[in-house]
T-cell receptor, first 109, second 112 residues
Framework: QKEVEQNSGPLSVPEGAIASLNCTYS??????FFWYRQYSGKSPELIMS????GDKEDGRFTAQLNKASQYVSLLIRDSQPSDSATYLC?????????FGGGTRLMVKP | NAGVTQTPKFQVLKTGQSMTLQCAQD?????MYWYRQDPGMGLRLIYY???????DKGEVPNGYNVSRLNKREFSLRLESAAPSQTSVYFC???????????FGPGTRLTVT
């Protein structure tokens, strides 16, 4: 069973701080990695994709990938209350994605 | 929701009843997926269709059947609903050139 692990949280950060979300995966053959944001009662929304080792930045979001350590992270700079949501890590397994259980992020004003 | 529609949005069934969840896309993507999401369990793949005319089992296929009616539509059928199938069901689509999946708005199903 290929696994994707996330700390379920909640991760609580003050407004304006950096939120750091982490994810580990078991399949060394995985090539594509994704972060989804899911607000309560809504569907998952893709916010970041990363394919190569290193950092990828998009606005306030930075995804980091370390394939040797089988580790993916998402940094959210200048966190806002509107960032409060569950963040799902996903890793490709052939034609499919394997999802972690998600980390609930709470940004307090 | 990235050109993916799901019907119905909400449904309540009694144990043993049957129903079909519908998913349609207007993105012309090849692959379509059905997931269920339960509290504390994350998203689990039920079935997927890599392309029109093909379907494959995912992690939790028992109690479900699917039909890829055409390139646009992928339906999920519960023949005899059980309380364990109470969940939120999401349809997702993917273009064959990439691995990103895009989700529909979901169907919230309760089986009593």
């Amino acid at each position: 069973q290929k696994e994707v692990e996330q700390n379920s949280g909640p991760l609580s950060v003050p407004e304006g701080a950096i939120a750091s979300l982490n994810c580990t995966y078991s399949d060394r053959g995985s090539q594509s990695f994704f972060w989804y944001r899911q607000y309560s009662g809504k569907s998952p929304e893709l916010i970041m994709s990363i394919y190569s080792n290193g950092d990828k930045e998009d606005g306030r979001f930075t995804a980091q990938l370390n394939k040797a350590s089988q580790y993916v992270s998402l940094l959210i700079r200048d966190s806002q209350p509107s960032d409060s949501a569950t963040y799902l890590c996903a890793v490709n397994a052939g034609n499919m994605l394997t999802f972690g259980g998600g980390t609930r992020l709470m940004v307090k004003p | 929701n990235a050109g993916v529609t799901q019907t119905p949005k909400f449904q309540v069934l009694k144990t043993g009843q049957s129903m079909t969840l519908q998913c349609a896309q207007d993105m012309n993507h090849n692959s379509m997926y059905w997931y269920r999401q339960d509290p504390g369990m994350g998203l689990r793949l039920i079935y997927y269709s890599a392309s029109e005319g093909t379907t494959d089992k995912g992690e939790v296929p028992n109690g479900y059947n699917v039909s890829r009616l055409n390139k646009r539509e992928f339906s999920l059928r519960l023949e005899s609903a059980a309380p364990s199938q109470t969940s939120v069901y999401f349809c997702a689509i993917r273009d064959y050139t990439a691995y990103e999946q895009y989700f529909g708005p979901g169907t919230r199903l309760t089986v009593t």
